[in-house]
């Protein structure tokens, strides 16, 4: 009797046992992909741009709560699109079209031109307010002396800095491009201009530097710069691997305006990003839902 009860209880514990294995096969199995999805990885491309800043953050909130994980890597523009055609970077939000364009068509095969983030950006060479008899690119031929033959620009990584010597050559500039981070050329030309000294150097919108300086954007009659605008570029893959992150990517969009206040917010008052991001997220609830196609 002892070994019947004996084996009745063994024989119960076995089911039972078999029944929580079960269970726990099927727990694994019905949230396996939903656990893959939400501790995949999503990394973005940060170049050393203000712009590039408001956007980052909002998008990254956004995926942190569809479940992704998401990383950050810093770096200049080429540095940036050679990731994304490799696949070590995902997403990239501030894309400058036409000025990237060369990176587009060069890794066509491994990215793509998602969104369209706003525009249009006007961009351009900048001179103060005060330089009253220079309007145009081509004010500045002969002229060139007075800026002592320099065009303060940001780093070369970046594109555009081969559209600067395309007009510093197809207008006969006798000029040299100076490249430095965004933060270097800005010190340089306030330097200037606290003197009310000439000074030429590149310029952009959203930036917070039209609201900081009396400057005004130089005509271009050659339109070698043309009419730029933001996008959104992600890496092929992104598509398959994280369908839904890619369709909220697809659909982004984002005012000129609300970008150039945030920067303002960011660097002129010292609000952290995240919560400047969250404050547009929450002020914005319909944009939002819009690009997450709810």
């Given at each position: 009797m002892k070994k019947l009860i004996f084996g009745f209880v063994a024989l119960t514990f076995l089911l039972i046992f078999a029944g929580c294995s079960s269970d726990g096969d099927a727990a694994n199995d019905g949230s396996g992909s939903e656990g893959s999805e939400a501790n995949q990885t999503i990394t973005f491309g940060v170049t050393p741009w203000t712009s590039t800043v408001p956007p980052t953050e909002i998008a990254k909130i956004l995926l942190e709560d569809m479940g992704y994980a998401v990383e950050e890597t810093s770096a200049d523009?080429?540095?940036?699109?050679?990731?994304?055609s490799r696949g070590d970077i995902d997403v990239f939000m501030d894309a400058w079209l036409p000025a990237h364009e060369t990176y587009l068509e060069k890794y066509a095969d491994s990215i793509e031109n998602t969104a369209k983030s706003y525009g249009p950006a006007d961009a351009g060479l900048v001179v103060p307010t005060?330089?009253?008899?220079?309007?145009?690119?081509?004010?500045?031929?002969?002229?060139?002396?007075?800026?002592?033959?320099?065009?303060?620009?940001?780093?070369?990584?970046?594109?555009?800095?081969?559209?600067?010597?395309?007009?510093?050559?197809?207008?006969?500039?006798?000029?040299?491009?100076?490249?430095?981070?965004?933060?270097?050329?800005?010190?340089?030309?306030?330097?200037?201009?606290?003197?009310?000294?000439?000074?030429?150097?590149?310029?952009?919108?959203?930036?917070?530097?039209?609201?900081?300086?009396?400057?005004?954007?130089?005509?271009?009659?050659?339109?070698?710069?043309?009419?730029?605008?933001?996008?959104?570029?992600?890496?092929?893959?992104?598509?398959?691997?994280?369908?839904?992150?890619?369709?909220?990517?697809?659909?982004?969009?984002?005012?000129?305006?609300?970008?150039?206040?945030?920067?303002?917010?960011?660097?002129?008052?010292?609000?952290?990003?995240?919560?400047?991001?969250?404050?547009?997220?929450?002020?914005?609830?319909?944009?939002?839902?819009?690009?997450?196609?709810?």
């Amino acid at each position: 009797m002892k070994k019947l009860i004996f084996g009745f209880v063994a024989l119960t514990f076995l089911l039972i046992f078999a029944g929580c294995s079960s269970d726990g096969d099927a727990a694994n199995d019905g949230s396996g992909s939903e656990g893959s999805e939400a501790n995949q990885t999503i990394t973005f491309g940060v170049t050393p741009w203000t712009s590039t800043v408001p956007p980052t953050e909002i998008a990254k909130i956004l995926l942190e709560d569809m479940g992704y994980a998401v990383e950050e890597t810093s770096a200049d523009a080429g540095s940036v699109y050679v990731g994304l055609s490799r696949g070590d970077i995902d997403v990239f939000m501030d894309a400058w079209l036409p000025a990237h364009e060369t990176y587009l068509e060069k890794y066509a095969d491994s990215i793509e031109n998602t969104a369209k983030s706003y525009g249009p950006a006007d961009a351009g060479l900048v001179v103060p307010t005060y330089m009253e008899d220079i309007n145009s690119v081509s004010d500045l031929v002969g002229k060139e002396g007075e800026f002592k033959n320099k065009l303060y620009s940001i780093e070369k990584g970046a594109s555009v800095t081969g559209y600067i010597n395309d007009v510093i050559d197809q207008y006969g500039l006798d000029m040299q491009q100076v490249n430095s981070s965004e933060g270097g050329m800005l010190a340089q030309a306030m330097k200037s201009m606290e003197q009310e000294e000439p000074v030429l150097f590149y310029g952009w919108r959203p930036h917070t530097m039209f609201n900081k300086l009396d400057i005004k954007i130089l005509e271009e009659e050659k339109d070698i710069f043309g009419t730029a605008s933001v996008h959104v570029i992600t890496n092929n893959e992104l598509k398959e691997s994280a369908p839904d992150a890619y369709k909220f990517l697809s659909n982004w969009s984002i005012p000129i305006e609300d970008v150039e206040e945030m920067i303002g917010k960011i660097e002129d008052e010292g609000q952290e990003p995240k919560d400047v991001a969250q404050e547009w997220i929450d002020n914005n609830q319909d944009k939002v839902d819009e690009m997450l196609a709810k």
